[in-house]
Structures are given as C-alpha cells and as structure tokens.
C-alpha cells in the first residue's frame, strides 16, 4: 500500500471524507481511506494498492467491465446505454478518425464503434488476458499495456476515450497531459467518471456506488475537473449526466448489504432487468436536475 500526496496541487495535507472497505469481494478485511486535499478539493484513495500483487487481488478475472461471451443480455443493455454516446462520437468524427480508447477491457464498445462505421480503431487494455479476448473475439486491435508502453506519435489521434477509467488510474494529470499531447489541435478526449457532487452521493454517503473502494483511486468535484483539464491542455466543451440508474441500483444495493439484507441486496443489481425498470425513473429524473451520479465529459484541445 503506498501514500500519496494530491495529484492536483502536491500537497501533502488531506482531510479524512469517509472510510469503506472492499463490497465487491468480502473476504478483503482491509479498511480504506478516502481523503480530500483542503486546498485544490480532490479526492484520492491513500494509501492505496500500488504493487502487482495489491492490483492482481482488486481486478480479478471476474471483474464486471471482462465481459464473459454468454452475457447476451447484459450485452444488450449496454448496446441500448451506449446509443448517445455513439452518436456524440459519429458526430465528431469521420470514418477515417484515428480513435484510441483506453481501458478497452474485452473491446465491446470499440465493436460497437466499428458497426458504425469508424474503423481506424485502437484499443489499450492493462489486462492482457482482457486484451487477448479482444483480438480474437472482435478482430480489433487491443494491446496490453499502459499509455506509456505504447510509442505513439503526438497529433495522432482525432479522438481519445476514456469509459470509467480515470478514476482507476494512479496519475490522472499526467494521463491527460499526454492525451492532450496525443490529439492534434480541435480533437477531443471523452470520458465517463462518476460524479461525487450528485445527490446520490449525498443521499447515500459512504454506501455511495461511485465510491468503489479500493478500485477507484480519484474522484473529481467538477470545480477539481476543469481545473485539472486546463493544467493538462484540455478545455471542457460540455458535461452530460446520464440518465442510468446504475448508480442508484449499486448504491441502493451496498446500502441494504451493509444492514444485514443481503438477499434483498442480491436482487438489486444492474443485471436485473426488473431492477432496471424500478429504479430508471430516478436516474432519469437524476439527469434532468444535472445531478447524475455518472457524467460524461468532452473535452477538446484547443486549436
């Protein structure tokens, strides 16, 4: 476990927000903490997994985002969750876009891309297991490894993306600044991220979905986000909340697992189509108010 300093502004002062523990995998008796700089207000794990042992036991093979071949209807909601964000990027772009996503996983939203038309694809995927899946089940071109590992030209990209990957990563500015250097003048960077100043996250607290000890390293109050983009040569072009209830099915359900209701809890997932339906007018009314407990972010660099 490693402590760490803001990754914002350096300091070294922080504010204990709230502890929580692993809800995802309960045989982790560990305690986590989450702390908020004073000065600039973001939020940061610390300390935090760090060694390849520690990340192995947080992402295992089972994590939600390695979607297994048979998860057809899970796979079809997704497709439907996915429709406006596919067209922002159509409408961005042209079919000959060079597009990077990062945190590509088993590469379902870059096949989903590829039916509408963009073809010049590229996908980075820390699990090579995830990676390997990819290739061989989409035909796409998904490399393992990390932003760093990969040699790739400055201005070379239309387009970069990031689905509920900057909170996992362990230095968010310095992510951004080579995505800002990856995208020639006019590009954009687009990015899914929960959004701690939802009333979600509000109404639940500590039994807050967006939480997600220990997997989520950073959270980012939107006066944080613009200014971290501006430090990394990014500017935000427009933030979407979206309308899923994700966000209030997870939280609904780490708050009844924490009261002893875990058979009740077992029901309200995400893969519950009847969980779906329940809770989809509160996520809709969520993003109506602009308060969603998810957001989308697009971000360009300027010309």
């Given at each position: 476990?490693?402590?760490?300093?803001?990754?914002?502004?350096?300091?070294?002062?922080?504010?204990?927000?709230?502890?929580?523990?692993?809800?995802?995998?309960?045989?982790?008796?560990?305690?986590?903490?989450?702390?908020?700089?004073?000065?600039?207000?973001?939020?940061?794990?610390?300390?935090?997994?760090?060694?390849?042992?520690?990340?192995?036991?947080?992402?295992?093979?089972?994590?939600?985002?390695?979607?297994?071949?048979?998860?057809?209807?899970?796979?079809?909601?997704?497709?439907?969750?996915?429709?406006?964000?596919?067209?922002?990027?159509?409408?961005?772009?042209?079919?000959?876009s060079p597009i990077l996503e990062l945190g590509s996983a088993t590469g379902e939203f870059l096949a989903e891309l590829r039916r509408h038309g963009r073809a010049r694809l590229?996908?980075?995927?820390?699990?090579?297991?995830?990676?390997?899946?990819?290739?061989?089940?989409?035909?796409?071109?998904?490399?393992?490894?990390?932003?760093?590992?990969?040699?790739?030209?400055?201005?070379?990209?239309?387009?970069?993306?990031?689905?509920?990957?900057?909170?996992?990563?362990?230095?968010?500015?310095?992510?951004?600044?080579?995505?800002?250097?990856?995208?020639?003048?006019?590009?954009?960077?687009?990015?899914?991220?929960?959004?701690?100043?939802?009333?979600?996250?509000?109404?639940?607290?500590?039994?807050?979905?967006?939480?997600?000890?220990?997997?989520?390293?950073?959270?980012?109050?939107?006066?944080?986000?613009?200014?971290?983009?501006?430090?990394?040569?990014?500017?935000?072009?427009?933030?979407?909340?979206?309308?899923a209830p994700n966000v209030w099915i997870g939280s609904t359900r780490f708050w009844l697992a924490a009261r002893g209701h875990t058979a009740l809890a077992r029901f309200v997932?995400?893969?519950?189509?009847?969980?779906?339906?329940?809770?989809?007018?509160?996520?809709?009314?969520?993003?109506?108010?602009r308060s969603s407990g998810v957001i989308r972010v697009i971000a360009r660099r300027p010309a």
């Amino acid at each position: 476990m490693k402590t760490i300093t803001c990754n914002l502004c350096g300091s070294s002062e922080q504010r204990l927000l709230c502890t929580g523990y692993d809800r995802d995998n309960l045989q982790n008796r560990r305690v986590y903490t989450l702390q908020q700089c004073p000065g600039c207000g973001l939020v940061y794990l610390s300390p935090r997994p760090d060694t390849p042992e520690e990340l192995a036991e947080i992402y295992p093979a089972t994590y939600d985002s390695y979607m297994g071949e048979r998860q057809r209807f899970l796979m079809w909601m997704r497709r439907i969750a996915w429709r406006p964000e596919v067209r922002e990027i159509v409408a961005r772009t042209t079919p000959e876009s060079p597009i990077l996503e990062l945190g590509s996983a088993t590469g379902e939203f870059l096949a989903e891309l590829r039916r509408h038309g963009r073809a010049r694809l590229l996908g980075l995927e820390l699990s090579s297991e995830a990676a390997r899946i990819a290739r061989e089940r989409h035909g796409l071109d998904v490399r393992a490894g990390q932003l760093d590992d990969v040699p790739l030209p400055p201005g070379s990209f239309d387009l970069v993306l990031m689905r509920h990957v900057l909170e996992h990563l362990p230095d968010p500015r310095g992510t951004l600044t080579r995505i800002a250097r990856l995208l020639r003048p006019g590009g954009f960077c687009i990015f899914t991220i929960p959004n701690i100043d939802s009333h979600t996250a509000r109404i639940f607290g500590r039994d807050w979905y967006g939480y997600q000890v220990p997997r989520h390293f950073f959270l980012f109050p939107q006066r944080v986000l613009v200014t971290l983009l501006e430090r990394s040569g990014l500017q935000i072009d427009q933030i979407i909340h979206n309308p899923a209830p994700n966000v209030w099915i997870g939280s609904t359900r780490f708050w009844l697992a924490a009261r002893g209701h875990t058979a009740l809890a077992r029901f309200v997932r995400y893969q519950n189509p009847l969980a779906v339906a329940a809770f989809a007018p509160l996520g809709l009314l969520s993003a109506l108010r602009r308060s969603s407990g998810v957001i989308r972010v697009i971000a360009r660099r300027p010309a």
